[in-house]
Structure formats: structure tokens, C-alpha cells
């Protein structure tokens, strides 16, 4: 069955503190793979596009990776404002739609 | 750069009734797909729309319906509402059809309560 998951489901940082979130997937013969940030009371936003393992896309402070089995988000020197939901999808086998992690929420304190 | 246009934003309903939702894509954008988002499940694919066909379903009872005006404006209905259908209704656009191989930019939401 295809499947994303995302960890961990929270996470707290302070200021600058640098750190990672995962998105692991099993989907064969993989289209893509997608973050979307979400901030509350809005609709996801997107934020890359991996196609293939070792590939890496950077803006700002994001930094995302893709191998075969999962993705990273890495999150330098972070500020409050990139508090938000992350999510991670990937499109089915049959590329028909996009199956969601459930997401990891971010919370960046000064 | 108009983006992607929700109504109604909030909304409750009760047990039984039916609800429309309302959806305009950015403009020049063919393609319209419907997600729910619950704390427990995520997002859920609902359906996509694409010149006024559904393309694709996905894994949701038949009191989920659309439609896609010759506009591309969408609608989306739920009969004999369920608690469980409260929700965030969220509908998202792009530029060529396939919701599972391109970049969807999304609305902000219609937030369904069912009392």
C-alpha cells in the first residue's frame, strides 16, 4: 500500500537551532516526491520538488534531500516565521493523486 | 495574481443535511482537485476535475460529489452530512491535468462543522 510518513509530528526549536524532518515513503517507481508548507488557517504551499535519490533544492533557510526510501527537510538557523506545518506527499502508483504524510509542526521561538 | 478563490470560508451544518462548497481556480488553470484535511487522516484525495469531467476518485462514499463549469469554476457537494465529515475542504488547481504529478497551489479552505 502506498504510504508517506513524516517525522517527528512536533517539534520545538529555538532560534538558530538547526535540525531535520524526515519523510519516509513506499510507493513504487516513484513520480516525485513534494513539501508544502501550511500555515494555520491556510491552504498548503509549495515549497520543492524532488524527482530523483541524491537530488537537493534550497530556499532560504529550507534545504530538501531525497534517497530512495525517504526525504529530508533541513531547517538552518531557524526563524519564528518558519513556524508552520511541513507536509510531504507523494503521487500514487498510478499517479492519480497525492498521498499526504500527516505532517510535522514546526514551532520556532525567539 | 489572483489565487486560488474558497466559499464559503467557515461553515455549520447538522446531522442530515447537504452542503456546497465553492471553488475558483487561478485563471488559465484547467484542472481542479478536492481534498479533505482531518486531524486523524490528513489530507485525503477527494476527486479531480478536469474540462469539466472527473478524471479521477478517490476512496470516499458516493455523498461526495462535483462538478466543473465550463470556467473551471468547481463545486463540490456532501449529502446526509455525518459528524464525520467536519473537516477542512481544501481545493487546489493547476495548470494540466494529473493532481498526482504536478504542483498544486491550494485554496485557503472551507472549514465544514457537522453538529
Known amino acids: 500500500e502506498d504510504q508517506v510518513t513524516q517525522s517527528p509530528e512536533a517539534l520545538r526549536l529555538q532560534e538558530g537551532e538547526s535540525s531535520s524532518l524526515n519523510c519516509s515513503y513506499t510507493?513504487?517507481?516513484?513520480?516525485?516526491l513534494f513539501w508544502y508548507r501550511q500555515d494555520p488557517g491556510k491552504g498548503p504551499e509549495f515549497l520543492f520538488t524532488l524527482y530523483s535519490a541524491g537530488e537537493e533544492k534550497e530556499k532560504e533557510r529550507l534545504k530538501a534531500t531525497l534517497t530512495k526510501k525517504e526525504s529530508f527537510l533541513h531547517i538552518t538557523a531557524p526563524k519564528p516565521e518558519d513556524s508552520a506545518t511541513y507536509l510531504c506527499?507523494?503521487?500514487?502508483?498510478?499517479?492519480?493523486?497525492?498521498?499526504f504524510g500527516k505532517g510535522t509542526t514546526l514551532s520556532v521561538s525567539s | 495574481k489572483a489565487g486560488v478563490t474558497q466559499t464559503p470560508r467557515y461553515l455549520i451544518k447538522t446531522r442530515g443535511q447537504q452542503v456546497t462548497l465553492s471553488c475558483s481556480p487561478i485563471?488559465?488553470?484547467?484542472?481542479v482537485s478536492w481534498y479533505q484535511q482531518t486531524p486523524g487522516q490528513g489530507l485525503q484525495f477527494l476527486f479531480e476535475?478536469?474540462?469539466?469531467?472527473?478524471?479521477n476518485k478517490g476512496n470516499f462514499p458516493g455523498r461526495f460529489s462535483g462538478r466543473q463549469f465550463s470556467n473551471s469554476r468547481s463545486e463540490m457537494n456532501v449529502s446526509t452530512l455525518e459528524l464525520g465529515d467536519s473537516a477542512l475542504y481544501l481545493c487546489?488547481?493547476?495548470?494540466?491535468?494529473?493532481?498526482?504529478?504536478?504542483?498544486?497551489?491550494f485554496g485557503a479552505g472551507s472549514r465544514l462543522t457537522v453538529l
Open positions: 506527499a507523494v503521487p500514487n502508483q498510478a499517479g492519480t493523486a497525492l498521498i
Open positions: 487546489a488547481s493547476s495548470l494540466v491535468r494529473g493532481t498526482g504529478a504536478n504542483v498544486l497551489t
Open positions: 476535475y478536469f474540462s469539466e469531467t472527473q478524471r
Open positions: 485563471s488559465g488553470h484547467r484542472s
Open positions: 510507493v513504487s517507481g516513484l513520480r516525485g
